[in-house]
């Protein structure tokens, strides 16, 4: 470390006499003899990978790294998100009382990360002056669904992360196995944390009720930094808990940005699929370093941040995009944009005359995930970014265009596709797509999402039932002469579990069948996609 920077390893006793184990990193002489603020963070992927966090600490901050219980060197047995609350407020009251603290905290938590210290900030709002979040995972919806739709691509790495080396495994067969609940026993492979997460086979199941932490979002009044990225496949684990933090009324920022769930943190400026302007990095450390400041240090911001000081600030995607400010999210200037499903797979402004189109969904033969926002997996063909999508040749996609645009329009606040639709099958699933399709006629995806479908609840006289598709959010430009598609199909593989269509739970089932599948349109059903339209003119303003 540079700086004079100290580093030691601590061990810090739990009330039933566990140990976790931690490394500290002491500011150098320059920055005082302390004691000093303490940047916490607990981690379930090994320490020693975050020691360039180490780097805070010239700046004036002891730097706290702590493996979580049952991870890393820590003891006892790894307890997921129930056992967070307890090991993190004792980690707090131990920190207190350690002479290089000086009684206030900082919490810099990152996707899991975030939620095992989110604790300290609910039982220590006095102490802890500020936070800087990248997604705040509490709960199953957060972390492996997606209303009802279990989040396949990452969950089933994730339980073997750290255990085997990932690159030695056969995915596409682990991905594809049925029952899913079984993918690594039935390849000679086992995870306590596979079964538990597969093994509730619900969101509401018992597992997932006793690692609940969402109630603690509404608890918190601490100052928060927030990131989140287009690509990142938990963006919404990003914009909830925003959402909720600020409810209490203390200053809560976001920073919105082309970035995946890994690239937020690494500070990159492109996908695999596109290069970005220079100024799309989040500039994650000193973004950090300057909210701390702020918080600790009395700094009160204006032009000496890397991006502004807006309350929220996104960089758009697509050509004239960029930096956009604005005092709130969704951003007040904007409005809320229906773009109309019509016959001949029209997408425009004014619903048509009514109509039903239909596709056939087997779910051995599924639409495959490309690109878009998924966890980092290459080894899996998982690349996040606007990849070149394939499917809208598909028979089992149906596919729905804009004109030609005539000038650009600038897109950046939630988006949904509302779809009056039906099947044959007792539960089925709708997938969306927003594309970006250039003037080329190559189609790019810009966001997508799931939803369940159960005949149960379609209306008895005309077999429709009205579904939306959260697709998260979106910051994009369509550029003029490019062409807005919405893509609706039933699966998106393996980002998704798929729909076995037989009426068996997706996780547990063996059996599947072929469904028939209807999407009705027009002035009497409404089915279109729902946007967040900023004023035109205004992309690529900077921040």
């Known amino acids: 470390m540079s700086d004079g920077v ?72 790894f307890g997921f998100l129930a056992q967070e609350p307890a090991d993190a407020v004792a980690t707090a009251r131990w920190l207190i009382d350690q002479p290089w603290c000086d009684g206030r905290f900082a919490i810099l938590g990152i996707s899991y990360l975030a939620a095992a210290s989110l604790p300290i900030a609910v039982a220590f709002p006095e102490r802890v002056k500020a936070a800087v979040w990248i997604t705040v995972p509490v709960d199953a919806n957060h972390l492996s669904f997606r209303h009802g739709v279990f989040r396949l691509h990452h969950s089933l790495p994730w339980s073997v992360l750290g255990r085997t080396p990932l690159n030695q495994h056969p995915w596409s067969k682990l991905y594809a196995n049925l029952p899913v609940a079984r993918a690594l026993a039935d390849h000679g492979l086992s995870s306590p944390v596979w079964d538990a997460l597969a093994g509730g086979g619900t969101p509401d199941a018992p597992f997932w009720r006793v690692n609940d ?13 927030h990131f989140g990225g287009w690509w990142d496949f938990l963006l919404d684990a990003t914009l909830e808990p925003f959402e909720r933090m600020r409810q209490s009324g203390v200053a809560q920022h976001l920073v919105l940005g082309p970035w995946s769930h890994n690239g937020t943190v690494s500070e990159l400026t492109g996908t695999k699929y596109e290069e970005y302007a220079p100024d799309a990095s989040s500039r994650f450390a000193e973004e950090a370093r300057h909210w701390f400041d702020r918080w600790f240090k009395g700094w009160d911001g204006d032009s000496a941040t890397p991006n502004g000081d807006a309350p929220v600030r996104a960089f758009l995607t697509g050509p004239g995009g960029g930096w956009r400010s604005s005092g709130n999210w969704p951003m007040p200037e904007g409005r809320e944009t229906r773009l109309h499903l019509g016959s001949g797979g029209r997408l425009s402004m004014v619903a048509g005359d009514d109509a039903i189109d239909g596709f056939t969904y087997d779910p051995l033969n599924p639409v495959p995930t490309e690109g878009g926002a998924v966890w980092e997996f290459p080894v899996a063909g998982l690349e996040p970014g606007p990849a070149p999508q394939s499917s809208s040749g598909r028979p089992d996609v149906l596919t729905y265009d804009s004109d030609p645009l005539k000038a650009p329009v600038a897109y950046c606040g939630p988006l949904a596709a509302e779809l009056h639709a039906g099947t044959d099958a007792p539960e089925t699933a709708l997938a969306a797509k927003l594309c970006d399709v250039d003037a080329g006629g190559t189609s790019r995806i810009v966001a997508d999402g799931i939803a369940v479908l159960r005949r149960s609840e379609s209306n008895p006289s005309a077999g429709f039932t009205r579904v939306r598709v959260d697709m998260g959010a979106c910051g994009h430009v369509f550029a003029a002469d490019h062409v807005i598609r919405l893509e609706v199909s039933s699966s998106n593989f393996p980002k998704y579990v798929r729909a076995l269509n037989s009426g068996e739970n997706p996780i547990f089932g063996t059996s599947s069948k072929v469904a028939r599948q209807r999407v009705a349109h027009g002035r009497s059903h409404g089915s279109c996609l729902v946007l967040w339209e900023l004023p035109s003119g205004g992309a690529g303003t900077g921040a």
């Open 6 to 77: 100290r580093s030691m390893e601590a061990r810090v006793p739990m009330p039933d006499g566990v140990e976790l184990m931690a490394d500290v990193y002491l500011p150098g002489p320059a920055q005082g003899s302390g004691p000093w603020p303490v940047i916490i963070v607990r981690t379930p992927y090994a320490r020693q990978g975050l020691a360039g966090v180490g780097q805070f600490a010239a700046a004036g901050y002891a730097v706290f790294i702590q493996d979580v219980r049952g991870r890393g060197a820590s003891g006892g047995t």
């Open 213 to 225: 932490l969402s109630p603690l979002l509404d608890q918190v009044r601490v100052p928060g930094l």
